[in-house]
């Protein structure tokens, strides 16, 4: 059980020696029931079956596994997405960690955000002193240009007033009578990551916008919505932007502070979207967003502004990036041009070079709505049936919109969504109706163990695996990146079940 200086053992093969395998032996003997194996396995067996599915479809009052996280992470990836802006979040400081380390560990880069850091005395009191404290520590120690402001549970429940208590911090000299502080309400006991990242946005625009005059112009303002592939899905939009002489504005552009180079300096802010252009974003023609379930309150007050607005899904594939690129094209007036013509015509070509692999199989997805709906779109386009999509965050609206998409094509025709249900409800489909692929994030994991259904990582958070956030999922390049992902796996699973000499290896073949 100690370690040898010379001879560090790691942690894959220090807890398989004897004295930790002893040690587990009797934690389980005198803490964990110590059932027996067989009953054990029994249960195990029960639950992959229908009776159980019936029975685990019928809980209410328990979530487990749920296929989302908290409103104030959603603000947190919005904030970043602002030049020099670092995102304060007024609740208790674990909650931050939290933030941190998962934006940390998906980017594989650092990720700077406050934390007012209320303990009990504020859970009590409320958090006035803590913000007044918070905020002129922030603006003294990290040098912002804009502090965005979001709440954790503990500030909601008490019921924290955002907007007094940033005006008294103002009053008491926290931070600069014109400095900006926008702020949102983010209780984390309703809705997701997206609904925060709504909420961020449509509180850093209107901190903006509110009360100015609009004199319409011809730049268009680009929403990217909450994802995980930000980082190469924006820089894809911004190339095709350039190709088609677009006037754009990126509104939350976090591509660069989540990409920073190692060349010696830290840079707690790296690019984003310029204060400026934020307030200038008011006289765009017209504001597209890639995700609308992401973007639902943020468009509709950029609606009453007077503009245009136009919500995708996620749009991953041929179709759906035509459609992308013919509104584009249409708000625009500006025609596409033939560079992006012959990069579909490679996508087509692709597709048609690998479809026999795809055609027919099965797959189920979880994650954020509008990524679900993105990929099950995309699916269908290869042949392929998406039959369990299941999202969490999900409601009504989603679920009436993904079966029209079922209803759009013969692929979807078995197919089945699940608005509002999470991981363990996906564990019981995917025992009793399998299929042959799994699409979600890192925590996919288990149910790949679980019930031997292969995972494609595709989603937030992706820890496991580096740098595919470099990649873009968008756009007819980033579809490729997407099919080829598709593909490796059902490449490596048909090495698998090809692989025993003189048994299954007369089709281990070098040419797929
Ligand atoms: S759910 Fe509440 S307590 Fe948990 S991380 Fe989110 S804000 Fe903090």
Redesign the pocket.
């Known amino acids: 059980m100690t370690q040898d200086v010379q001879n560090v053992v790691d942690h894959f093969n220090l807890f398989r020696s004897p004295e930790y395998k002893e040690m587990f032996a009797d934690k389980r003997k005198n803490f964990e029931f110590a059932h027996p194996d067989e009953k054990v396995e029994e249960t195990a067996e029960w639950t992959k079956g229908w009776e159980y599915r019936k029975l685990n479809f019928e809980r209410e009052a328990l979530t487990i596994n749920p296929a989302k996280a908290?409103q104030?992470l959603g603000a947190v990836f919005v904030a970043v997405g602002f030049e020099g802006t670092i995102p304060f979040v007024h609740?208790?400081q674990g909650?931050v960690a939290?933030y941190r380390s998962h934006f940390s560990r998906h980017f594989k880069e650092p990720s700077s955000c406050v934390s007012s850091s209320m303990t009990e005395d504020a859970a009590v009191f409320g958090g006035l002193n803590n913000m007044i404290d918070g905020l002129a520590n922030t603006h003294s120690m990290y040098k912002p240009k804009m502090i965005a402001v979001s709440t954790?549970?503990m500030a909601e429940v008490i019921g924290d007033d955002l907007n007094g208590f940033i005006s008294t911090a103002r009053e008491k000299g926290s931070v600069p009578a014109d400095f900006p502080v926008p702020y949102a309400h983010t209780p984390?006991f309703v809705g997701s990551h997206i609904t925060g990242y709504d909420n961020a946005l449509k509180g850093i625009v209107s901190h903006f916008w509110e009360g100015k005059e609009r004199t319409p112009g011809d730049k268009i303002n680009f929403i990217g919505g909450f994802d995980g592939y930000t980082v190469g899905n924006l820089r894809e939009v911004k190339r095709i932007f350039d190709l088609m002489g677009v006037n754009y504005t990126i509104l939350a552009d976090n591509s660069d502070v989540w990409d920073t180079p190692a060349d010696g300096e830290f840079r707690m802010y790296d690019g984003g979207t310029t204060l400026d252009d934020a307030k200038a974003a008011l006289n765009a023609k017209a504001t597209i967003s890639m995700q609308q379930y992401c973007t639902e309150k943020t468009l509709d007050y950029i609606a009453k502004t007077g503009q245009e607005t136009v919500a995708f899904n996620h749009p991953v594939g041929v179709a759906a990036t035509d459609k992308f690129l013919m509104e584009l094209s249409r708000i625009t007036g500006l025609p596409i041009p033939d560079a992006l013509t012959k990069e579909r015509g490679r996508l087509v070509d692709a597709i048609a070079d690998s479809s026999a692999h795809i055609h027919g199989k099965k797959f189920a997805i979880y994650g954020d709505p509008d990524l679900c709906y993105g990929l099950a779109g995309f699916l269908m386009e290869l042949g392929a049936e998406p039959t369990h999509v299941l999202s969490t965050n999900g409601g009504k609206e989603w679920e009436i919109k993904m079966q029209a998409l079922f209803d759009s094509s013969p692929f979807g025709k078995d197919c089945h969504v699940y608005p509002g249900k999470d991981l363990w409800h996906m564990r019981s489909l995917l025992n009793t109706e399998p299929v042959d692929f799994l699409i979600g994030n890192t925590y996919g994991k288990y149910l790949e163990r679980d019930t031997g259904t292969p995972l494609i990582r595709i989603g937030f958070p992706v820890f496991d695996r580096h740098h595919h956030h470099r990649y873009p999922v968008w756009g007819y390049q980033g579809t490729m990146n997407t099919l080829v992902w598709i593909l490796d796996k059902i490449f490596d699973e048909m090495d698998k079940s090809t692989i025993v000499p003189a048994k299954t290896d007369y089709s281990f073949d070098i040419i797929r």
Request: proline share 11%.
């Open positions: 908290c104030p609740g208790s909650c939290y954790t549970c984390a």
